[in-house]
């Protein structure tokens, strides 16, 4: 049976979900700076008085979304290199994840990448600790390898970034004419980065 | 000396000049949405109705900005390749180029890329043929590699964009506070994308 206060909640829930929906929707179609709270809070059904209950600006709408997006490619990576044995399977595991991610949610990836410049210099801040582990795990699997000699890696720190740069990019064409399956195009970037790290 | 007429022609390309710099300030600065034509003329010291003598309108300005972007870029790729000797030095020399170019006009290079789609679906298309002519010509080395068996790629096609993908997504994050030098990042790139090519 469901309570008033349940189901008030439950609406409460779906009307956050439905404002950042129509974010999504607004700062993809024509950036962060070109939308405003009134049109997001229209798309999303809702007066913007009734936005204000959610979020109390498009900031805060921007840093839930950016946040969310790294929080989950991040938990993509994390989860992936959870479950790999060995440096090599690790480094095929975390690409194709990362790059499966990125593939699969271009449209939050590419708010999460190119309108993070829009972000307040706090709420920056507030990711950094995300960012620094996407990089830190990565980091991690090619020095491992390197020390083991499963991988070949002349300069982790740059080997790392160039692998995160190209899964990353993908938010900016994916899908194209001639890439649309995540899954593929996440084996393909799995094989061009283990070339990369030297297998 | 100075005719009238050549003073005319010089302040009138001075002002054309000074309308796409604050262009590339405004659009970098809050996206192409967001920048009304009114700003732009006043960030380059004109009236409104200067700046329509020059560019007839906000997607005028755009378009020229992607155009010459896209144009610069592929000239820098196209003259590394003209010069190098065999496969293996072209895809260094190549990758060193449009690594170098991004890294230095990264400002340009992010309006040519990210602000892309605000153009209309005509002036997407006028500036296809260059897109085309970048791929192929990286393609193409990797063709000339693989058959002579200079290099080792398996999927010309996907290890092509990868390359390029890797060197296109220098305009998000360069510079950053470990890597300025867009000579030390090109150089570097060489050494990936050899690696990416079985070198």
């Known amino acids: 049976m469901t309570t008033p206060a349940k189901s008030l909640s439950r609406r409460s829930a779906n009307s956050r979900q439905q404002l950042l929906k129509a974010s999504i929707e607004s700062f993809v179609t024509t950036g962060y700076h070109a939308t405003t709270t009134r049109e997001i809070a229209q798309k999303a059904g809702l007066s913007p008085a009734a936005m204000y209950v959610h979020f109390s600006s498009k900031q805060d709408l921007l840093f839930e979304l950016i946040e969310h997006g790294h929080h989950e ?16 399977e690790a480094l095929r595991a975390a690409v194709y994840a990362f790059t499966e991610w990125h593939a699969t949610n271009h449209r939050l990836g590419r708010i999460a990448q190119y309108e993070f410049q ?12 995300i960012r620094k582990a996407i990089d830190a795990s990565l980091r991690t699997i090619l020095q491992d390898g390197a020390r083991t000699g499963a991988l070949s890696v002349p300069n982790v720190r740059l080997t790392a970034l160039a692998i995160l740069s190209l899964c990353i990019d993908l938010v900016r064409w994916f899908p194209s004419r001639m890439h649309s399956d995540p899954q593929e195009i996440a084996s393909n970037y799995a094989d061009i980065a283990s070339r990369m790290a030297g297998i």
Request: charged residues 25%.
């Open 73 to 88: 490619a991040y938990r993509a990576l994390a989860d992936a290199i959870q479950q790999a044995d060995g440096p090599r």
């Open 118 to 129: 829009y972000l307040t210099p706090e709420n920056r801040a507030r990711i950094a600790h």
